[in-house]
């Protein structure tokens, strides 16, 4: 699963996605899309645009692709050419909410959820979290104006990135358009989890 805003390092051997990478480094996009396989329709109903930082080819063939999350985006028909997936698309974008009193509610949730994810990272075993911060880097730090970027708070995306919750439930926070939904599905989630921590 990828995210906006966050590090998805790739491991290219299939010689169907090594012409796709050169492909996409060619034309100069340097990006292509990234969903999760389904098993009715070969992949998912919703994606993340991966940007190309840099890509590193091994002698047989093979490459190491440094790609970060962009937009995110909703499949409208499903195509193949050769021999990998492709498709017609729709960006997505947060509604953003105009009312400055649920803006105010927004922006308490959005802090309470905030510290509540700060908690959890700080109170995981340091084994957990040394591994995470190597693969993820740190946590984003929270943004003044929660409504600026298309896609919400970048912190809410590394957090969905690291925690262990199963891709369909990923999959179902990545489509939300509204960042109020994106933030109490995370707070369920944490609040689970800080149960067992707390166990």
């Excluded at 390092?9 to 996409?24: C, D, G």
């Excluded at 997936?85 to 909410?97: N, Q, R, S």
Aim: proline share 6%.
């Amino acid at each position: 699963m990828a995210y906006p805003t966050v590090p998805c390092p790739l491991h290219v051997f299939e010689p169907r996605y090594r012409l796709m990478i050169r492909r996409s480094m060619e034309t100069g996009t340097k990006q292509f899309g990234m969903c999760i396989s389904d098993s009715q329709n070969g992949f998912a109903d919703y994606g993340c645009m991966l940007q190309i930082r840099n890509v590193h080819f091994l002698p047989d063939g093979r490459s190491v692709v440094d790609t970060v999350g962009g937009k995110r985006f909703r499949v409208l028909r499903r195509g193949m050419k050769d021999g990998y997936c492709t498709a017609d698309i729709e960006y997505l974008e947060d509604v953003k909410v105009a009312d400055e009193e649920e803006l105010k509610k927004l922006r308490e949730l959005h802090n309470f959820v905030y510290n509540q994810a700060c908690s959890w990272f700080q109170n995981l075993r340091n084994k957990f979290r040394t591994q995470i911060l190597q693969h993820f880097g740190p946590m984003p730090d929270r943004e003044e104006n929660i409504q600026a970027m298309p896609n919400g708070p970048a912190w809410c995306w590394w957090l969905l990135a690291v925690l262990p919750v199963d891709p369909r439930y990923q999959l179902s926070v990545l489509s939300m358009m509204s960042l109020k939904d994106r933030l109490i599905k995370i707070q369920h989630i944490l609040t689970y989890f800080s149960r067992d921590q707390s166990k």
